[in-house]
């Protein structure tokens, strides 16, 4: 048993996950080690993201999602460890791949690709906080898709999978005010 916890925050785009990572980096910055989301970086990386991606950006999240529980991984298991703490997890990265399958834009071998490495991956996260999406309003920042109808169907897909993500790790839905969402947070640290 690892002594620091593997913590991934997951759900739609527009959910407080930034937000919820930024406030605790700030509230915990000793005893956290913090892995941002990497779909911002590869867009920098000239990949397409969101509704548009394809079979390179789909691959390329899913390799990222395996580095980043390798480098969890050590920092939990260090001589000094502490909880790590992620923005988004493999669930993401096969909710939006299956979507994108769904919609033509990902071949079956990326499908597959990914839900093999969601079973190899899953059981490693201690805990899966799911930011609902009830309580942020979907906004246009220039990054995350505004596309309603987008998010709409990704939070379908979240809620469908909850079951089955739960049979593997804690999953722990986030409500209500970002405050709220802190303290509930927070808790589960101790």
């Known amino acids: 048993m690892k002594p620091g916890k593997i913590i991934s925050f997951s759900g739609a785009q527009s959910t407080g996950k930034s937000t919820l990572m930024n406030k605790l980096a700030k509230t915990l910055p000793e005893s956290c080690f913090f892995i941002p989301e990497i779909t911002r970086k590869l867009r920098e990386q000239g990949f397409v993201i969101n509704e548009n991606g394809d079979d390179e950006t789909q691959r390329a999240i899913i390799n990222a999602h395996e580095d980043k529980m390798d480098v969890a991984n050590v920092i939990a298991t260090a ?6 703490i992620m923005d988004r ?8 791949t299956s979507w994108l399958h769904h919609e033509g834009r990902v071949d079956k071998k990326t499908v597959d690709y ?24 979907l906004v246009d920042d220039g ?46 640290l101790k």
């Open 143 to 188: 990054e995350r898709s505004a596309n309603k109808e987008f998010r709409d169907q990704i939070i379908e897909m979240f809620e469908n999978s909850i079951f089955e993500v739960s049979k593997h790790t804690e999953v722990v839905r986030l409500k209500g005010s970002v405050e709220k969402r802190m303290k509930t947070v927070l808790e589960y």
């Open 79 to 84: 001589q000094e460890p502490r909880n790590v």
């Open 114 to 137: 990914a839900y093999d490495t969601f079973d190899l991956l899953i059981g490693g996260y201690d805990i899966i906080f799911y930011t609902e999406p009830g309580d942020v309003p």
């Open 89 to 96: 997890c493999i669930w993401d990265g096969v909710i939006y």
